[in-house]
C-alpha cells in the first residue's frame, strides 16, 4: 500500500464521478456553449452570493487573472509573505499585472486590519499607489489556518476605505467553511473576487473558479483568453467539478480528524521538535537540529509514506478523500517507527 501524504491534489476520480464525466453535455466554451461549464459557474458563483464565475484550468490561474482584473500597473498589492500567489505563482504578480507587492509577517499567513493599515503607501510620487489586498484561506504556510470572519470583516472595511480592492486565494475555502462559524455567502460578500479550486480537497482531476461580478468576471474572459486558458469541449472536466461541489464538501470533515490524529501521533516522536497546531487537513512539523529533515522524507518513502519537504527542516502531511482509516493507522505505525 503507498499512502501519498504530499498533497491534496493527488487524488484520482471515484467511479460516480467519472460517470458523470463521461455522460457531460459539451460545447465550444469560448463560444460560451458548453452547457456544463456553464452550470458549473452558475452554481459556484450562487453559492458564494457572487453575480458571476469564469473556470479555468489552475488555481494559478484565477489567482493571477483576480490580481489583474483587480489593478492596473504601476501599482502594490499587500499580501503575507508565505502567500501562493507570491511564493508559488512565479512571480506572475510581476509578471502578468506589472505590479510590486509589500510582503507582510502574518500570524501563521493570516493578516490583521492593523498590520495592513499601517503597509499601505502614502499619497506619494516616490511610492507605488496600494491598489490591492490579497488574503488566503485557509493558509497552507500556515498549516491550513483559518481566518476569523470579524478579522476579514474589518479588512473589508478598510479596503472600502482606502479604495483598495480585495482578493480571496480560497484554494481551501471550503476546508475553512466545514469548521468556521461562516459560510459561503458571508464569505462572498467580502471580497471582490475569489478564486476556488476543485482539484484540492474537493478531489475534481482540474479546474479552479474566479468568482467576481458581472463586470469583472467579463474583463476576466478577456484575460484568460490572452493567458491561453480559454478551453473548448471541457465540460469534460468541469463535469467533475460540479460533482464535487455536490458531494465532495462535508466530508472534508473526515480529512480534518484524520489530520488531527497524525498531529496527536507526531507529537512526542523522538525526531519531532514541533508540530504547528492543526486545523484543517495540512500537518507541519519541523524535525529536531540534530537530524536532517531528507532523511526522514527518504526513511518514510521508503516505507511507501510520501510526504513532502516544506521549509528548514520542515515536512507537511496532506490529508484527502483517497486517504482511509486504514491508512491512518498505517501512516502512524510507519511515523512511530523510523
Ligand atoms: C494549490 C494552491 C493554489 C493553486 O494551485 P494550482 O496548482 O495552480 O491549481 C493556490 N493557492 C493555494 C494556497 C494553493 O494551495
Do not use: W
Request: overall charge neutral; hydrophobic content about 40%.
Amino acid at each position: 500500500m503507498i499512502i501519498d501524504l504530499r498533497s491534496d491534489t493527488v487524488t484520482v476520480p471515484c467511479e460516480r464521478m467519472k460517470e458523470t464525466m463521461f455522460s457531460a453535455k459539451v460545447g465550444d466554451d469560448v463560444f460560451g456553449e458548453d452547457e456544463t461549464i456553464n452550470q458549473l459557474e452558475k452554481l459556484g458563483a450562487e453559492m458564494f452570493g457572487k453575480e458571476a464565475a469564469i473556470y479555468c484550468p489552475s488555481g494559478t490561474m484565477t489567482n493571477q487573472i483576480g490580481i489583474k482584473i483587480n489593478s492596473s500597473s504601476p501599482g502594490e498589492v499587500i499580501c503575507d509573505e508565505t502567500s501562493h500567489i507570491y511564493k508559488y505563482e512565479g512571480g506572475g504578480i510581476g509578471f502578468n499585472s506589472g505590479l510590486s507587492t509589500k510582503l507582510l509577517k502574518g500570524d501563521r499567513g493570516r493578516l490583521t486590519a492593523e498590520m495592513i493599515e499601517a503597509a499601505i503607501n502614502p499619497d506619494d510620487i516616490h511610492t507605488p499607489e496600494t491598489q490591492l489586498v490579497s488574503l488566503e484561506n485557509t493558509c497552507n504556510k500556515g498549516g491550513g489556518s483559518i481566518y476569523d470572519i470579524n478579522e476579514v470583516k474589518k479588512i473589508r472595511t478598510l479596503c472600502y476605505e482606502k479604495n483598495l480592492k480585495l482578493h480571496l486565494d480560497g484554494a481551501r475555502i471550503f476546508n475553512a467553511l466545514v469548521e468556521a462559524n461562516y459560510n459561503a455567502k458571508d464569505i462572498g460578500q467580502q471580497f471582490d473576487s475569489i478564486s476556488i479550486c476543485l482539484s484540492k480537497g474537493l478531489g475534481a482531476p482540474v479546474g479552479s473558479l474566479l468568482l467576481g461580478s458581472n463586470q469583472d468576471i467579463k474583463k476576466a474572459r478577456r484575460i484568460r483568453k490572452l493567458f491561453g486558458g480559454g478551453m473548448r469541449q471541457a465540460g469534460f472536466i468541469a463535469a467533475a467539478g460540479i460533482y464535487a461541489l455536490e458531494n465532495n464538501i462535508e466530508r472534508l470533515k473526515k480529512d480534518h480528524i484524520r489530520a488531527k490524529n497524525l498531529e496527536g501521533a507526531l507529537q512526542g516522536l523522538p525526531y519531532v521538535k514541533n508540530v504547528l497546531p492543526v486545523d484543517t487537513n495540512i500537518v507541519v512539523f519541523e524535525v529536531v537540529d540534530s537530524i536532517d529533515y531528507k532523511k526522514i522524507i527518504e526513511k518514510l518513502a521508503a516505507k511507501n509514506l510520501k510526504v513532502v519537504a516544506f521549509g528548514p527542516q520542515q515536512i507537511r502531511l496532506v490529508t484527502h478523500l483517497n486517504f482511509t482509516d486504514d491508512m491512518l493507522t498505517e501512516a502512524i505505525t510507519i511515523l512511530k517507527n523510523i
